[in-house]
């Protein structure tokens, strides 16, 4: 077990787990936190965890860890790895096991208090256009060949079956389609789990939520975001369903044989891992991507049925009702970035897993009118708490791999939530506070009472006196839709 004693303090949102830790450790553990952040979580294994993931073959400079930060299957949730390309390893557990699970922010025009007497309407019809929960069937339904078109077409297949506007692509990461995709390395289960989920939200800590807008931090950029304070915005949380949970879960299994192939060891059977250029890391490289192509197809369909939700609500009653996209960003997800290491711009396979991009301004791959500002960085708070907008920096790309936190992080497993919170008076507190919830159980919606969760104003007040991501508004939940 880690201890606070074996870590050097940098600054007081800054730590170090040098690379003499252990003899096996391959660079250091650089870890985002305050000192009370760091001792919720000395209670599981995150810290020993990304000690772990440090011994990965082919690791360049630090494993990196957010302050968000919890136990994840053999890889730490809020962890950053680097793996030079092309000889390095590829790890499934690293990335995940809902590929490409991401945030998308919608933004509007409509301001609260012109909305307030329509939420209600606006929640049943949310609820009802955009499914949720466990094995919940989609919006759209495909034979595998279109299954297969749209995991290597990404959101270009929405745009051009008519659920993308051209403005959502140019605004998603990657421009909502992850080049390489490989379908024929997705396995016939993958697909079958896949093939009728395409629009829908899933379980868990996944959701779709109106906010308010609340305060504008830096209304420049904001004004670029297309942000306005007092207006509302739509978030969307889930990833890539059924599919990229069976995708990891059919590579974590065929890599166990792979690493003995390979002569590769490692402290932990669930790091897992192949060499990039090797055929089986070329095959879960492909599948990854065609998984994560899915997830992205995932969330532009919700967003074609929020912006249903919101016309049947609002037109013909407001002006300019709207959803205009923000941004759409991953935080799981293996992905080939060139960096600065040690003064040379070095490539390397980015693993972010419960972590988010957070490129500074200036940076290859971003729209134009985020070269000035850096991207955005989008941070859901817990059920019934603040969410906040940040942009990238310039820090970011040194420090953390051009890597942000991504959430509030859990201090309380699942089981325990439910032990502790009952769902209906978790609800009747929520809607007391002005917030309509729309959940399909009431022990799912226990397993995600705000209590359980870290204080996401306090992670993200780390992350920003680190100087990786700055400020630029804070959003405040009105309507939460749940599975």
């Not at 919006?139 to 008519?162: F, I, T, Y």
């Not at 940040?390 to 201090?411: I, K």
Request: net charge neutral; with cysteine.
């Amino acid at each position: 077990m880690i201890r606070i004693q074996d870590l050097k303090r940098i600054s007081d949102f800054e730590w170090e787990i040098p690379q003499s830790l252990r003899g096996d450790m391959r660079g250091p553990v650089r870890i985002f936190g305050t000192r009370k952040l760091l001792e919720q979580i000395l209670g599981d294994k995150s810290l020993e965890q990304a000690v772990n993931a440090s011994t990965l073959p082919g690791l360049v400079g630090a494993v990196v860890v957010m302050p968000d930060m919890h136990q994840g299957y053999g890889f730490p949730i809020g962890g950053v790895a680097a793996t030079r390309f092309p000889h390095g390893v590829v790890s499934p557990g690293a990335i995940g096991y809902d590929i490409n699970c991401g945030v998308r922010l919608l933004a509007s025009s409509i301001e609260m208090e012109a909305a307030l007497p329509h939420l209600d309407r606006l929640a049943t019809l949310l609820n009802q256009y955009c499914p949720s929960g466990v094995g919940v069937k989609g919006v759209v339904h495909v034979n595998v060949p279109e299954l297969d078109r749209l995991m290597r077409a990404g959101s270009r297949w929405a745009l051009k079956n008519g659920y993308a506007r051209e403005n959502d692509l140019t605004r998603t990461e990657e421009n909502g389609c992850m080049e390489g995709a490989d379908p024929a390395e997705v396995s016939a289960r993958a697909k079958t789990r896949g093939l009728d989920q395409i629009g829908s939200v899933g379980a868990g800590n996944h959701f779709v939520e109106v906010d308010l807008v609340e305060s504008i931090l830096d209304p420049e950029t904001a004004a670029v975001f297309g942000l306005q304070q007092g207006c509302l915005a739509v978030q969307i949380h889930c990833g890539s369903r059924g599919l990229g949970h069976q995708v990891c879960t059919d590579y974590v299994q065929d890599f166990q044989s792979a690493v003995k192939r390979y002569g590769i060891e490692l402290p932990d059977r669930e790091l897992v891992c192949a060499p990039m250029d090797s055929p089986e890391g070329q095959a879960y490289l492909g599948a990854m991507r065609a998984a994560a192509n899915y997830a992205f197809v995932n969330r532009q369909l919700i967003a074609f049925s929020a912006r249903r939700a919101f016309e049947e609500t609002f037109a013909g009653k407001l002006k300019n009702w709207q959803l205009i996209q923000v941004y759409d960003i991953c935080h799981n997800m293996g992905k080939i970035e060139t960096h600065a290491v040690d003064g040379k711009q070095v490539k390397v396979c980015i693993h972010r897993k419960g972590a988010t991009r957070a490129f500074g301004p200036g940076t290859p791959g971003l729209p134009p009118e985020f070269q000035q500002t850096g991207q955005p960085v989008l941070i859901p708070g817990s059920m019934g708490t603040a969410s906040w907008v940040l942009a990238g920096t310039e820090t970011s790309m040194l420090r953390s791999w051009g890597s942000s936190c991504h959430g509030a992080g859990r201090t309380m497993s699942r089981s325990q939530a439910k032990h502790d919170f009952r769902g209906d008076v978790l609800r009747r507190e929520l809607e007391g506070r002005g917030i309509k919830i729309r959940a399909g159980s009431m022990s799912g919606l226990a397993e995600e009472a705000p209590e359980a969760y870290k204080d996401v104003d306090s992670v993200v007040e780390t992350v920003v006196a680190a100087g990786i991501v700055r400020k630029v508004a804070r959003l405040r939940p009105l309507v939460v839709v749940k599975g």
